[in-house]
């Protein structure tokens, strides 16, 4: 898709989605927020899986994010939703920046146990913390508006729509990286290291934007939901959230930097019916469903808009055009 193309359409659906929230229930606004929260962090998954990296400790900067805004209430009495978001930011950052130091040494199978290392280890921690409200978590202050204290539906409404806008930024600048060297360096990275060497491009350095980029991405959807909860807990550090994350990214797919919006919001729109159907063999459910899934479109959800695309140019190239048949038989002599 053009550039140009691509941009009205991330502002077009960003803008309808925010439209479409003054008219839905509230459930159904606080599903999406989560949705687009837990997208956020399989953003940086995916941007991992296509430089062939797996990391199964997302959870980590999820937990982060999270506690950086409960923190930031509980003990700096910053109650503003940009002032608390921002924090999460700066949270995933200054620790992606500093882990991703250790983690771009690494590649493979031990990426994904050092990551996922990591991540248990937060999560012991802030079991063990009486502070923290050790395993129970603690309650997330109600967010102000630039000063402004609203009502509980106000503030669910603004969520959802720095949600929306969240999302949409993340989904235009996660564009313009894949798009740009360092995002085709992070493709050619997963084919093959050692030309990557030979083409004067550092793997390190690329694995260490890759790195950074998901961690940031992770934080930001581990605020959002903070903030849409109302409250968190050490289990969003928990290896079972970072393999919900990896599960979420393979079933999307990671072709395009909205896959992963689309395969979370199958995921939980299958669980969240699951469980209203069955709700003591909701899992029995939710996983036939998935398999199905994975079994028929084993590139992720998205290569059925992929397939689209294709029989839509195809369509419109049309049949080629025909000839005057021409008569090559001599005539009567």
């Known amino acids: 898709m053009p550039e140009k193309n691509f941009n009205i359409t991330i502002i077009a659906a960003t803008l309808l989605?925010?439209?479409?929230?003054?008219?839905?229930?509230?459930?159904?606004?606080?599903?999406?927020?989560?949705i687009l929260?837990?997208?956020?962090?399989?953003v940086g998954v995916a941007v991992l899986m296509r430089g062939g990296i797996v990391s199964f400790g997302q959870g980590l900067y999820y937990c982060i994010g999270?506690?950086?805004?409960?923190?930031?209430?509980?003990?700096?009495g910053i109650t503003d939703l940009l002032g608390l978001m921002f924090l999460a930011l700066?949270?995933?950052?200054?620790?992606?920046?500093?882990?991703g130091l250790l983690m771009k040494r690494y590649r493979e199978i031990f990426f994904a146990m050092f990551s996922l290392a990591l991540s248990m280890i937060l999560f012991g921690v802030l079991s063990k913390s009486q502070l923290l409200g050790s395993t129970d978590g603690f309650t997330i202050v109600k967010p102000t508006i630039l000063g402004a204290t609203l009502s509980t539906d106000n503030a669910n409404h603004a969520i959802y729509i720095f949600a929306c806008l969240l999302s949409g930024i993340v989904i235009w600048l996660g564009q313009r990286y894949l798009r740009s060297p360092m995002g085709f360096a992070g493709e050619a990275l997963r084919d093959n290291e050692v030309r990557v060497e030979y083409l004067g491009v550092a793997p390190e350095t690329i694995i260490y934007t890759k790195y950074l980029i998901a961690s940031v991405t992770a934080s930001l959807g581990g605020g959002l939901m903070a903030l849409t909860l109302g409250h968190i807990g050490p289990e969003m550090a928990y290896w079972s959230q970072s393999g919900e994350f990896i599960f979420i990214a393979l079933l999307g797919g990671t072709s395009h930097i909205a896959a992963p919006f689309v395969g979370t919001a199958v995921f939980e729109?299958?669980?969240?019916?699951?469980?209203?159907?069955?709700?003591?063999?909701?899992?029995?459910?939710?996983?036939?469903?998935?398999?199905?899934?994975?079994?028929?479109?084993?590139?992720?959800?998205?290569s059925l808009f992929s397939s689209l695309k294709e029989k839509l140019r195809s369509g419109e190239s049309g049949s080629p055009s025909k000839t005057p048949s021409v008569d090559l038989k001599k005539g009567d002599s």
């Open 90 to 99: 700066v949270a995933g950052l200054v620790s992606g920046s500093l882990l």
């Open 66 to 76: 999270a506690y950086a805004v409960g923190l930031g209430g509980k003990f700096l």
């Open 37 to 42: 929260a837990k997208a956020l962090v399989v």
């Open 269 to 302: 729109f299958i669980r969240t019916f699951a469980l209203e159907l069955a709700p003591n063999a909701w899992q029995i459910i939710l996983g036939v469903v998935l398999i199905f899934i994975i079994i028929f479109f084993p590139s992720g959800i998205w």
């Open 17 to 34: 989605l925010i439209t479409v929230g003054f008219i839905l229930p509230g459930w159904l606004t606080f599903l999406t927020i989560s």
